[in-house]
């Protein structure tokens, strides 16, 4: 793809980079180190949240259980709407109001799986989603929100599952990238605040977002996540195709100048 082969000319020491098929799980191109192990930062709350996902079909934990701040639930965390702080565990407002991106609410939310199935969280996630995919060279080195690390070839894996389920129903990973507590305002780190900063069970949505890490072209369905490691996925269903990037330069202005067009580009490929 001509679109994979100009990431050479991204301002980073390394990248690498894979498109996978939604029909098949294919990869349609790759370039870069693919078994390169880099730090995912905040792309590691997808796997915190199918791993949550899984919890909730196993019945370990329930959408609605309490977990968090007076009034808040598993539900509330992980589409960030707790009212818990960035990076700290303190209430700043009533869970359901407004959309406050999260770590301490993953952090809680890890917590609260690990005391529902008695089972620490780390252990969780790779019984539950990485050694299923085999997902071998992946693990989480520190926080449910941040603390992931992982290979461009494993989560080539993932993006094959999240586009074709086998860990989860449809029914449940359908309603994990839809709209959560739909029509609340919120920061979209890095791109400012957004109107309706829409947010499914851990997955970010597109939406109508602008400014936006994903294209202009991207459907409003595209879900995913980036990192401040410069890194990031996309699933975007209308296409069907996925997108995983991983990097070694710390998310900034080039990555606001470069992936969305990037994006445009790939979908332009197909």
């Known amino acids: ?36 192990e880099f730090r995912l930062a905040s792309v590691t709350k997808l796997l915190t949240a199918y791993a949550t996902l899984v919890a909730i079909e196993e019945g370990a934990v329930e959408w609605d259980q309490p977990a968090g701040p007076e009034g808040s639930t598993v539900r509330h965390l992980i589409s960030h709407v707790s009212g818990l702080a960035f990076d700290e565990h303190k209430a700043l407002a009533r869970p359901g109001t407004r959309r406050m991106y999260s770590n301490a609410g993953f952090e809680v939310l890890a917590d609260t799986v690990h ?16 050694a299923p995919l085999g997902m071998e060279s992946s693990r989480l080195a520190g926080t449910a929100g941040a603390g992931g690390v992982s290979t461009c070839a ?7 599952e999240v586009q074709h389920p086998t860990l989860v129903s449809e029914t449940t990973l359908d309603e994990a990238t839809s709209v959560a507590f739909p029509g609340l ?8 605040h957004q109107k ?15 400014p936006h890490w994903t294209g202009k072209n991207s459907s409003p369905r595209t879900f995913g996540h ?17 997108c995983v990037a991983l990097t070694d330069r710390d998310f900034g202005q080039w990555a606001v100048d470069t992936w969305p067009a990037f994006t445009d580009a790939v979908l332009a490929d197909l």
């Open 185 to 192: 305002s919120g920061v979209l780190p890095g791109f400012g």
């Open 115 to 130: 005391e529902a199935s008695g089972i620490p969280f780390a252990e969780y996630l790779t019984e539950a989603v990485l």
């Open 226 to 242: 980036f990192g401040q490691s410069g890194t990031f996925l996309w699933v975007d269903p209308d296409a069907g195709v996925a």
């Open 154 to 160: 494993d989560l080539v894996r993932f993006a094959a």
């Open 1 to 36: 793809m001509e679109s994979v082969r100009a990431v050479a000319d991204w301002p980073v020491d390394n990248a690498a980079v894979a498109v996978v098929a939604a029909a098949d799980g294919r990869v349609l191109g790759s370039t870069g180190p693919q078994a390169r």
């Open 196 to 210: 309706d900063n829409d947010w499914g069970l851990g997955f970010e949505i597109r939406d109508h977002k602008s």
